[in-house]
């Protein structure tokens, strides 16, 4: 038999509880910087595709040498929609663990509905993730309009304790995340940023100009456009090409900071190329082969994606040639 009197002095813990935690995350999500360079990690596997949670490890600790500002993990290059539920918490667990503290992880909790996408951000907050990126959900993407997109940012942010990015890649999703949409999104409290990966620079203009009065944070979503997007306010980057061109990338960002234009237009420039064959060109099985070439451990990927044939790789290979021994 339950006491009320207990029942109700539980509730009341549990509320306060609640609220604690999201007042803690309004004020960390108030003062979290995501200036900086992060790499959207490639996702191992072993020959018969299990995730090759060891290969993962030594990227790590590769990665470490590398002035990234954290690591974006469970993203489009980790090839999140074809790992399993448990699959995407235990490779946060496995990084977290090898992770330094002063990196920020920034996981991926995106799923089609939201109430699986609350459930999900839950385990990757548990599993050691630092912030949340959510990607649109897309599959009735006719219905996906300002009112519902609002709605089911919103609702994830109000119940996430910690800190959200909202994602927009619409060369994947065949959606892109409205610019009313996070105008108004940014207005929350525990809304951070956006990775915008459309490549759209006067959008990501006016998106800066638009939110500058709640110090929202854009953060390009390819090296192809990264000087472009910091000329207009962008404070960092999402880059597929630093996976392979770490360093190269992390200089680019440095250039750019420090008003080095011209030295930052020659590297920009220079990078445009091998970033388009990783990601529109050739994508994740373009950035898993140049990764081999680079000293990490890129792998098969996970079918129905194919391996390159002999053609694109020396394709690949002329893309990079400026980098290659």
């Known amino acids: 038999m ?38 959207p990690i490639a996702t191992p596997f072993t020959a018969n595709e299990d995730v090759d949670y060891r290969r993962l ?26 790992l399993t539920e448990e699959e995407r918490v ?46 649109t959900p897309c599959f009735y993407k006719g219905k996906m309009d300002t009112a519902a997109l609002v709605h089911h940012f919103t609702q994830v942010a109000d119940q996430s304790p910690v800190p959200i990015v909202l994602y927009s890649v619409p060369a994947n999703t065949g959606l892109e995340l409205p610019l009313e949409a996070v105008v108004t999104l940014a207005q929350h409290p525990n809304i951070v940023g956006l990775k915008d990966s459309g490549g759209d620079i006067t959008r990501i203009a006016l998106i800066v100009h638009k939110t500058s009065a709640q110090k929202f944070q854009v953060l390009a979503g390819s090296a192809g456009f990264l000087m472009a997007a910091y000329c207009v306010g962008a404070v960092g980057g999402v880059c597929a090409l630093a996976n392979v061109l770490g360093p190269q990338v992390c ?12 030295e930052a237009r020659a590297l920009q ?10 990601t529109r060109g050739l994508g994740v099985p373009g950035l898993k082969t140049a990764m081999e070439w680079f000293g990490f451990h890129g792998g098969a990927c996970r079918s129905p994606l194919r391996p390159l044939t002999d053609a694109q790789t020396q394709q690949l290979k002329k893309n990079f040639s400026d980098f290659l021994i």
């Open 2 to 39: 339950h006491c009320p009197r207990v029942c109700r002095a539980v509730s009341a813990l549990s509320r306060g509880a609640l609220w604690r935690s999201r007042v803690q995350s309004q004020s960390t999500a108030s003062s979290l910087d995501l200036s900086g360079i992060y790499p």
């Open 57 to 82: 490890e030594e990227n790590l600790q590769k990665y470490q040498q590398i002035p990234f500002k954290g690591l974006v993990v469970q993203g489009s290059n980790g090839e999140y929609p074809y």
């Open 251 to 262: 200089e680019l960002h440095h250039l750019c900071l420090s008003g080095k234009w011209d």
């Open 90 to 135: 235990e490779v946060v667990k496995v990084i977290r663990k090898n992770l330094p503290r002063n990196k920020l992880l920034m996981a991926g909790s995106g799923c089609e509905s939201t109430r699986a996408t609350v459930q999900l951000t839950e385990k990757m907050v548990s599993a050691g993730a630092d912030c949340l990126l959510v990607v």
């Open 269 to 278: 420039q220079r990078l445009i190329e091998p970033n388009t064959a990783v």
